[in-house]
């Protein structure tokens, strides 16, 4: 199992975050990824405006993800959570959780979003992949019959 977890290091008090990494689970630990990340929601001083690490509350694109805020634009980097006018793929993650996520992403109220994939979005963009995912699950259990 690979997630994404910032790796972070301090210097004189200030975080710096320095590369975005896939790593393994540590042997024993029965922690996820987003419950780690919990633990270190910060924002960083980015000389006059402030950017927000969010950990997503649920399993969504993958266990893990993150968004980056900026409260005072009211722009949110969704990463892999918002595909816009692409295909979305979930390999590592969960659609009704990444539903979910859709609905977090909102309580934001942003402005602009800026996808992980494609030009960028409003909220409206949201909602549309919102429905691919309602139609797409509808499809699957369909099969199930």
Request: with cysteine.
């Amino acid at each position: 199992m690979h997630e994404k977890l910032l790796r972070l290091c301090f210097f004189a008090e200030r975080c710096v975050i320095l590369e975005v990494n896939k790593i393994r689970q540590p042997p024993g630990c029965s922690k996820g990824v987003n419950e780690i990340m919990k633990e270190y929601a910060f924002g960083i001083d980015l000389g006059g405006t402030t950017a927000e690490i969010h950990p997503v509350p649920t399993t969504a694109h993958t266990d893990g993800d993150l968004v980056v805020w900026l409260p005072d634009h009211g722009v949110l980097f969704t990463g892999d959570l918002l595909f816009n006018g692409v295909t979305p793929l979930s390999l590592h993650g969960d659609i009704t959780g990444w539903l979910d996520a859709l609905d977090w992403l909102k309580t934001f109220q942003p402005r602009h979003l800026v996808p992980g994939h494609g030009p960028l979005s409003t909220t409206d963009d949201l909602d549309v992949l919102a429905d691919y995912f309602r139609w797409l699950l509808d499809a699957v259990h369909d099969t199930d019959d």
